[in-house]
């Protein structure tokens, strides 16, 4: 048997059958990504190996947590121009059409996250192995990043599995576990771990025919089938995804209908549109927010905390969500409130997160295990994180410290998850008040992945610390902030619903605020968004804020909540509510909406982004962008507030705050900070 050369991003090793085993393992990094010298190697590798001529190849990887986690997306954001965006994609695949065109059959073993690149190269082999347990993830998520796939995944994988599994997977981004994938058509095997190696050499030393899509899978890339077909996929996408703001489903599913039964046509379109696409806009921010998104995730990397147990205090919506959520990433949680009675509900929806997300029987179970109701607080003992998540009212917080801090062990993290109070208010009752720290998730826990890590001046560091380990450890997105009033996320978003408010006092319709919210690119309109959320709990935020900060509160929300008209969660607010959908009644004939409904919406949440800026809040820009894409869904292909503001210039927006000043009072009176926005935005890397 070779003996490999270790000091490489991957290296071959042949076995006692001539069966050649390359490995991939990127150095300084815990994940394989394709980088273009990383391709260059594969490249170098391919042609040694074709000369030498083994009986077969397996490619697979050394990194725990996966297979090939795509193409390094930090090289997207340097690329200057788009020739030379498409010399980069030609050359991924000549890459890959050289490992499709071995003389010797090729099996990609997969493991874990093998997404984007990493599965097209896989499609470049003739056969595929996936580790059949949850953590293995297949999928094209090229489309997040506005781009579609480049290296030849559309053109492989539609005649494989034929278009609608394959447009489905490349429209939605979604990735599948081994069994789905291996229904689908483009695994061949999904096994247990202790079966991976032997299955391997089992397709090399007696290679079957490779796997053939069905005559019905063949026909969906008929040439006369795909006109209709595309027209049903770009209503579908249209749903989701506007083509103005999102145009790289639109440009697939277009590439796709004149070259879908041409494999090397529909290769040569693919490099085409991509270069066209990745240099754009879209892309361009997308990527931002991936790299934002990346930048969060490195904030718990080096931290050795280790949490088991998580006892969460509060039941209630948020609560019992948490604890469902530790739960389902592992961890073992007691749940507590004052009854039994209280905490079932919570232990329901468990139920279906469980059900929803693992699917199979067993690890539902597992994960039901680990839940356990606590009415007597008996795991405060034992928990390694304890998180107060009861109702607003900084009494009642202090009271449940004073029980909680005795029982504690020296070593436990105090979390709190308030939404607005400042740690100040909370920890005076505390005989260690530098241990609590703020854990503030977001609504639903399930599908928001930020969390605001709460600290101020007399915050133990090192509990900071942990506190962003253990966000990392549920896989969520630790955001620090400043133990101000609202905090970041809600601070900036308040305004914004508020203007909402004030504008349908003034007669524009909620269909038409929300309709102009949406054209800019938020994922829900503000109004339907205040109604989501529950009009108390925005009329509490907004009365917290404004005696902190001076804000006014519009006397219509005060009317709305003193009704019991308080949003989708009692069927009726702002809109009324049917099955837990809002009734949208159309615009009134004759009414003109125009620009200044979105310019006023926008622009009071910009203006708190230069407050909360110029006082620290936030570190930095990208923190604040990264912390507004994934806690508000703030228009992802924008690249962010601050960065939209750099994109529009701080001085043009300035001037239309004074505007609106002028016309609407002081609510839109420019922020202090806005005359060192120079200061706080630099330039884009690679912007020249």
Not at 73 to 79: D, G, I
Not at 225 to 241: F, N, Y
Not at 460 to 489: K, N
Request: hydrophobic share 40%; with cysteine; aromatic share 6%.
């Amino acid at each position: 048997m070779d003996t490999p050369a270790r000091d490489a991003d991957l290296y071959t090793v042949i076995d006692d059958d001539n069966v050649a085993w390359l490995h991939f393992d990127k150095r300084d990094s815990s994940t394989n990504v394709l980088s273009a010298p990383v391709l260059e190697a594969f490249y170098a590798e391919l042609l040694a190996l074709t000369e030498r001529a083994p009986r077969g190849l397996v490619i697979l990887s050394d990194k725990p947590n996966g297979f090939i986690a795509g193409a390094d997306v930090r090289e997207f954001a340097r690329l200057e121009n788009r020739e030379q965006a498409l010399a980069a994609i030609q050359r991924g695949q000549e890459v890959f059409d050289r490992l499709a065109a071995l003389p010797f059959p090729s099996v990609a073993l997969i493991h874990g996250f093998c997404l984007g690149g990493g599965l097209e190269l896989a499609l470049a082999c003739r056969y595929r192995i996936a580790r059949d347990d949850p953590s293995t993830r297949l999928g094209l998520p090229e489309v997040r990043l506005g781009i579609h796939p480049g290296f030849g995944g559309s053109a492989r994988l539609c005649p494989l599995v034929g278009a609608m599994h394959a447009m489905d997977l490349m429209l939605s981004g979604r990735s599948v576990d081994a069994r789905a994938a291996k229904r689908m058509g483009f695994v061949d095997h999904a096994v247990a771990q202790r079966h991976l190696h032997r299955a391997a050499c089992q397709l090399i030393l007696d290679p079957p025919f490779a796997h053939r899509a069905s005559r019905l899978q063949r026909l969906s890339n008929h040439a006369w089938v795909r006109p209709a077909l595309a027209g049903v996929l770009r209503r579908q996408v249209a749903k989701k995804a506007r083509p103005d703001h999102y145009p790289a489903p639109y440009a697939l599913i277009e590439l796709w209908r004149e070259h879908g039964d041409r494999v090397r046509e529909m290769m040569h379109a693919e490099a085409e549109s991509v270069a066209d696409l990745v240099v754009g806009s879209t892309a361009q921010n997308l990527i931002r927010a991936f790299v934002l998104q990346d930048n969060l995730k490195a904030l718990g990397r080096g931290s050795d905390f280790r949490p088991q147990h998580v006892h969460v205090v509060g039941a209630g919506i948020m609560g019992g969500d948490i604890a469902a959520w530790c739960a389902l990433r592992g961890m073992q949680v007691t749940l507590a409130d004052q009854s039994p009675e209280r905490i079932a509900p919570a232990i329901k929806r468990a139920a279906g997160l469980f059900k929803k997300r693992l699917k199979r029987p067993r690890p539902m179970q597992e994960a039901m295990d680990r839940l356990m109701p606590d009415h007597q607080s008996l795991g405060v003992e034992r928990a390694d994180v304890v998180i107060e998540a009861i109702f607003e009212d900084a009494e009642a917080k202090r009271a449940l410290y004073r029980q909680l801090e005795p029982r504690m062990k020296a070593g436990a993290l105090l979390a709190t998850n308030t939404s607005s109070l400042p740690l100040q208010e909370l920890r005076s009752v505390l005989a260690r008040p530098e241990r609590l720290v703020g854990l503030h998730f977001f609504n639903p826990v399930a599908k928001m992945q930020l969390v605001e890590i709460v600290r101020d001046e007399l915050t133990d560091s090192d509990c900071v610390a942990r506190a962003i380990g253990f966000t990392r450890r549920i896989e969520r997105l630790p955001l620090p902030v400043s133990s101000t009033p609202g905090f970041l996320i809600n601070r900036i978003l308040m305004p914004y619903l508020l203007e909402a408010v004030e504008l349908e006092t003034e007669g524009v319709p909620v269909t038409e605020i929300d309709r102009q919210a949406l054209a800019f690119g938020m994922p829900m309109g503000p109004v339907e968004l205040a109604d989501t959320v529950g009009l108390d709990i925005c009329l509490h935020v907004a009365e917290i804020l404004s005696s902190h900060l001076g804000t006014s509160v519009p006397q219509r929300l005060h009317e709305l909540v003193g009704q019991r008209r308080l949003g989708r969660k009692t069927g009726e607010g702002f809109y009324h509510y049917k099955n837990g959908k809002p009734v949208k009644k159309p615009v009134p004939r004759g009414f003109q909406g125009d620009s200044e409904i979105i310019d006023r919406l926008i622009l009071r949440m910009l203006n708190e982004v230069v407050a909360c800026l110029r006082e620290g809040v936030v570190a930095d820009t990208e923190l604040l962008d990264g912390g507004m894409i994934y806690g508000t869904g703030f228009a992802p292909f924008r690249g962010g507030p601050s960065h939209y503001i750099r994109t529009v210039g701080a001085d043009t927006l300035y001037q239309q705050l004074q505007t609106l000043e002028q016309r609407h009072g002081a609510r839109f009176s420019p922020d202090a900070g806005w005359d060192k926005m120079a200061g706080f935005i630099e330039p884009p890397p690679g912007s020249g």
